[in-house]
């Protein structure tokens, strides 16, 4: 039988280690481009504010020129 609390535990540690930029919440948080946009791709949309597809425009620039390739 499995602990659920011990379960939780486990998945809450996996969700806080993960990528890294699961707890960043704004674009501040981020030191480049990439990291902004792996965090946009995995599900944070407020980080594009005009709803245009580029996240973070401060760091990835209005048109997305600093968005990885």
Do not use: H, W
Request: aromatic share 2%; charged share 20%.
């Amino acid at each position: 039988m499995i602990n659920t609390k011990v379960a939780i535990q486990v998945l809450l540690g996996a969700l806080l280690v993960g990528s890294g930029t699961a707890l960043a919440q704004n674009c501040s948080s981020f030191s480049n481009c990439a990291e902004a946009v792996r965090s946009y791709n995995e599900g944070n949309t407020k980080l594009d504010r005009d709803k245009d597809g580029i996240p973070c425009e401060s760091i990835c620039g209005s048109n997305g020129e600093n968005m990885p390739r």
